[in-house]
């Protein structure tokens, strides 16, 4: 999905959306009305299950307060929390959907408060709220956000576990009016019996199983009537490269693709693009619990950036995303916090080898020397070669052995990732191989695959490290080895190696007279690299002896940093949020750089890509 409206700066952004998301009220209604819905929410969901919360001064206090409905009844007080909960979040990102909502459901609030309490303040209160959402209209303007039917399975499950949990309280919340002393066995029958409206097993003195009997259908009914919904909403798809974005992006690489190691990876199929208005630059993106996600520098002509970065900021803004930048070069950063206002912080650090300057010889290079001798004189050989001149039965089985040895079952990789091997569009990827006679392997004598993407002309960026688990130790250090040695061959000048995070704290903070802070940053780093790998990751790449560039991540504001944080984390498939794999529908193959984990082998360390 592209934007890209040569001449019109707008975009396919309303102009009315770009200036009411920036001007200087923007966010202050709708961070108030959520915020009221969120506690109101809160208010009527107690208000519902414990009775003396619902004739407490707290709820009655609540009643003046925007969007409530009153306890006109346990299960309507119920039913309204919940539903003020799930319009909270959209109302404060600013989401017209959920501001239509709101505009019908306080008028049937208002109603009911009148005709079941014949509460004129609530009305008054529900009335001024209404008109608030109507006087500021404009503000919620931000349009949805990528959806597909599969959500409605996903509301399905949480919604149900969500009533079945809420519904053990209901009935548990009444303890001097059950009769005998039903077990949880018994409560929960009762809850699942209650959910479709039917009576269930316990037993209640006075009024009380009406009160319970309404209120467990009332949840029932929602997840029913919000599963149904997202069922049969039309569906929004995810931002995905056509084949036209593609070309045009292929264009502009060909023409400035040696200025960032990282263009090459904005031809992933999985991200949207946006165009500045002359065609010569673009913002490569992907949108993940409501982050919008750039990865490097924007492609293109740098005198062309602007154009794109407003683009990108117009899309995050129309619907209201998170916007933020993973892994841009100091360039890239100083361009984007310039045009947009936005923050940087460095992230860390790309390990670049020059070619020319490259050799095995010298004391500093002794470790990968012996280990790279070790393996040959164990009868492994190597081949560096570009995709387009391997056979089609050749990258078949490379990208079948691919598969076979990744580590987890979550493929990984986003900013440092292709997502694909051999592609007929790829032809001048560089793919490593090491060969080992073994008459048990499936894959023939194929044991380990590095695959190299371009980086314009003279130049390749390391994008796949994959290796069989019975090969020895050191494949990886054997095949970048191998092809640094047949760069010249292939034209290639420069080498972009994998990226280490905090690279530098990692350094400084070993070296003699380091600070205390800076050593505790340090010890946090280690400790954290029992599970991230991040200090073995940079110690794998300092011996090859590179050049160090650093890399920034661009935000808002520093409250943003823990949600993109967690975004990246899922983009890079470190965290999985996916609904169990018997739902998910099968992705295509995707893989990963900067997800390679590092594990000890005799003594030493070798990089498998996860």
Known sequence: MSVTVDGDKSGSVPSRIRRVLRGPRAGKVPSLVGTACTFI????????????FRASRMH??????PGTLGPLSAALSLSAGVLLLLLAHGLKRHKRRAWRAAVVLLPAGAVAQFVYRHSVIGVLFSLLLLALLLRHRGEFAALPDPRSRWKALANFVLMGAGSIALGLVIVSAHPGRVIGSPSLSDRLEHV?????????????????DWTVGYSLGALGLLTAITTIYLAFRPEH???RLTEDDETRLRALLDKHGGRDSLGHFALR??????????????VCYRVVSGVMLASGDPIGDVEAWPGAIERFMDEAKAHSWTPAVMGCSETGGEVWTRETGLDALELGDEAVVDVADFSLTGRAMRNVRQMVKRIERNGYTTRVRRARDLSDGELERIRRAAADWRGTDTERGFSMALGRIGDPADGDAVIATAHKEDPDSPYGDLKAIIHFVPWGTDGMSLELMRRDRSADPGMNELLIVAALQASPKLGIERVSLNFAMFRSALARGEKLGAGPVLRVWRGLLVFLSRWFQIESLYK????????????FVVYRNARDL?????????????VNVELPRPFRRRAAATTGRPCAHITPAHGEHEVRAA
């Open 41 to 52: 929410g809160l208010i009527d969901i107690a208000a519902g299950v414990f009775p003396r």
């Open 60 to 65: 009655a206090i609540a009643e003046v307060l």
């Open 192 to 208: 699942l019996y209650g959910l479709f409206g039917i009576e269930g097993p316990v037993g209640y003195l006075g009024g009380v």
């Open 237 to 239: 798809p995810v931002a």
């Open 269 to 282: 199929r999985d991200k949207g693009v946006v165009f500045s208005p002359s065609g010569k630059a673009a």
């Open 540 to 551: 794998f790449n300092a011996k090859f002896q590179p050049r160090w560039e650093p890399r």
């Open 562 to 574: 823990p949600r993109i944080g967690f975004a990246a984390m899922q983009a890079e498939g470190f």
